[in-house]
């Protein structure tokens, strides 16, 4: 049996990473997202619940689930909390990616695509066969995120400073998506991709 090919879209904040990962899901692909994965593991009652309230206390507990606003708040102005924290739930997120890989083995798809917003930063592209980073310019990237997220510009300069310069990033990814355009523009970079990783190679030997 061939081994299902991993692909990890990652790129720039607000680029544009999840509508490029529903195309892929459109197309078939088994998809992930790890800041879902993140979300379900937020809670009261997992290993990383419990660390996380241990260290800074019952104040994140909203209901039956962590405020991710609290979190955010107290954590993005104390790199060195946010460091110790990404530390725990990165290895943990890996695991359920993991897991996730070998159930899309079981349904037999075609591809698996994880978005991994933190790849670079968080040492996992080793796990993938394929990295996609997308970008878009600032302004469009500003825009979204402040319409989306409901923060102004400054909460954007400050979670973009947690991630790689995109240079590097692209010098570092096997296909690059510009995400400058249209939605029509965008699926067909993602068509093409997707033609360039079922189609078997030529052998020049």
Known sequence: MLELKKVAVTGSLA?????VCRYFEESGAYVVSADEVVHQLLTPYTEIGHY????????????????????AKKVFKNPSLLEKIENRIHPEVQKVVESKYLEALTKKSPLFVVEMPLLF???QESFYD?????????????????????YDE?????????????????????????????LETLHEQVATILKEIHEPREFNG
Do not use: C, H
């Open 121 to 123: 930063e968080s040492s």
């Open 154 to 182: 400054s909460e954007f300069e400050r979670r973009e400073k947690r991630q790689l310069p995109f240079q590097e990033k692209a010098a570092r990814a096997d296909y690059l998506i510009e995400n400058n355009g249209d």
């Open 15 to 19: 680029s544009g990473k999840t509508t």
């Open 52 to 71: 996380l309230i241990e260290v800074m206390g019952d104040e994140i507990v909203e209901g039956k689930r962590l405020s991710r606003e609290v979190l």
């Open 130 to 150: 394929l990295i996609i980073v997308v970008g878009a310019d600032r302004k469009r990237r500003v825009a979204r995120f402040t319409k989306s997220m409901g």
